[in-house]
């Protein structure tokens, strides 16, 4: 008997899990919702970069890419040509 409580006991704890399964997945939208909001809040949180930091920076990245394109075309070249004594 005890055997049979602790049965439906389970049953009824499994539907509740399943109601609120179904509860959760029809608030997906008020979740987003909150999500967005969240995200904006930490948008505000962030010190963004002024022109003349982000020119600056701009500036550097491209110097230092093309210094290793560079770099690189001449390590290319050279191997092309000790490679075309040898063959």
């Known amino acids: 008997m005890a055997k ?3 049965q439906r006991k389970d049953r009824v704890e499994g539907a509740e899990a399943a109601g609120a399964v179904k509860a959760q997945g029809a608030s997906w939208i008020n979740d987003f919702v909150r999500y967005l909001k969240e995200v904006r809040v930490e948008f505000d949180k962030i010190t963004w970069a002024n022109k003349k930091e ?3 920076i701009t ?3 491209l110097a230092i890419t093309f210094f290793f ?3 690189l075309g ?3 070249f ?3 040509q000790v490679l075309n004594l040898l063959y």
Do not use: I
Request: charged share 15%; net charge positive; glycine share 12%.
């Open 78 to 80: 050279g191997l092309t």
């Open 54 to 56: 982000t020119v600056g």
């Open 69 to 71: 394109a560079a770099y």
């Open 59 to 61: 500036v550097a990245v």
């Open 74 to 76: 001449l390590v290319d």
């Open 4 to 6: 049979k409580k602790a």
